[in-house]
């Protein structure tokens, strides 16, 4: 057994993992925040934007699938720290694109490493908990969302005083580089232990499926929701609202910020507040929020309808891993996985429907069908709650 590590240990273990996290999103953030500036310069409408933006997520899938073989075959924490580098590179490059063809097969090497990324630092964040006895995961996910409320600062300023989006993506890759340098010692060592790859490999059953299934609907409700206001609150701002560079930005920022706060604080909730309550709470006012960044006619008040929507999201899909695996005690991995890539394919569908629906009949129209999905996780939620079946 490991040793129990100092408290000076514990902070450094997470700082070397949170940062990764933080600098994920971090670039991200600030990437998704130049979008209106972006889509004029490339000179797409709404539609073709949303084909491009099909590339993130169908990257990330190909990452997901790569990720096991490469985690069966190297240190967890060596892949982490290698594919952060590799994906803020790749972001660096993809900010050069010129045309919709470009950027989508920019998008697709660029999901590939996020993807990567992504699995491999839950992972190293996993194993650190396992092997030191220590509660990280919720704060490094905060730390997440931080990032990407980060990036959209920078990104709105630096498009606020003519900063190019390369430049501004350049000076940030460089400068998180600098900062994960020193904690690298921290994350390089990491590995999983072998039964857990083991484990991972066993497949759900068919009645498994059948349990998932509700949470699986409000999963992919609820991450369609989450993307949707990642995607194409800045443009929406832009082009509904006629808010500035900054103001735009600050509706992912704001989403980012609200999500930051109600995951830095998510764990210490759920051991006072029952995860059915938890949930259904979230979702309400996800889609509370959401309805009025989309109704507010005031730029203000849609961003801080945006923030509302993140702090309320903050807490569902948290809850709804738990419920998976709960719910497949034989295989929680295979369970919680079964969650997100439902929740990848909603990824897949959202840019391009919400693309085509904003071309035909604006922006508004497209983020109301988002909406509407809230409510339709909000229904299955309280459909759990009668349930009794999360813990």
Request: aromatic letters at 10%; glycine letters at 10%; a positive charge.
């Amino acid at each position: 057994m490991v040793k129990a590590p100092n408290i000076q240990t514990r902070k450094n273990l997470f700082w070397g993992t949170g940062l990764i996290f933080f600098s994920m999103n971090c670039l991200v953030g600030g990437w998704l925040s130049r979008l209106p500036d972006i889509q004029v310069q490339l000179g797409l409408n709404e539609a073709q934007l949303g084909l491009s933006l099909i590339g993130l997520p169908t990257g990330a899938f190909l990452g997901n699938l790569l990720s096991a073989s490469l985690l069966k075959r190297y240190n967890v924490g060596k892949v982490t720290y290698i594919s952060i580098h590799f994906t803020m590179a790749l972001m660096v490059i993809m900010s050069l694109s010129n045309a919709m063809l470009t950027l989508c097969f920019g998008l697709l090497w660029v999901g590939l490493a996020n993807g990567l990324t992504n699995v491999s630092m839950n992972s190293t964040a996993d194993t650190l908990e396992r092997q030191y006895h220590i509660r990280i995961m919720s704060s490094c996910h905060g730390m997440f969302s931080l990032g990407g409320f980060t990036g959209a600062v920078i990104g709105g300023v630096s498009a606020s005083i003519g900063i190019t989006l390369f430049w501004q993506l350049l000076i940030q890759a460089i400068s998180l580089t600098l900062i994960l340098y020193p904690l690298r010692r921290f994350v390089l060592p990491v590995k999983v232990q072998k039964s857990s790859l083991q484990l991972s490999v066993k497949r759900l059953s068919k009645k498994d499926k059948r349990l998932l299934g509700i949470p699986a609907v409000i999963g992919f409700c609820i991450m369609i929701s989450e993307g949707a206001i990642s995607d194409w609150s800045p443009l929406f701002m832009k082009e509904e609202r006629l808010s500035s560079s900054l103001l735009a930005a600050m509706a992912y920022g704001g989403f980012s910020l609200f999500m930051a706060i109600g995951r830095f604080r998510g764990d210490h909730i759920r051991q006072r507040i029952k995860g059915s309550i938890l949930l259904m709470a979230g979702v309400a006012i996800g889609f509370g929020g959401l309805v009025v960044a989309i109704c507010a006619p005031w730029p203000l008040i849609s961003v801080l309808g945006f923030s509302l929507s993140g702090l309320g999201f903050s807490i569902v899909v948290p809850v709804l891993f738990s419920l998976a695996a709960t719910l497949t005690p034989n295989r929680p991995d295979q369970g919680i996985a079964f969650i997100a890539n439902i929740g990848i394919f909603g990824f897949l569908m959202a840019p391009p429907t919400i693309g085509f629906l904003a071309d035909r009949f604006g922006l508004e129209l497209a983020l109301g069908t988002v909406s509407f999905l809230s409510l339709i996780a909000l229904f299955y939620a309280w459909r759990l709650k009668k349930q009794q079946l999360i813990p």
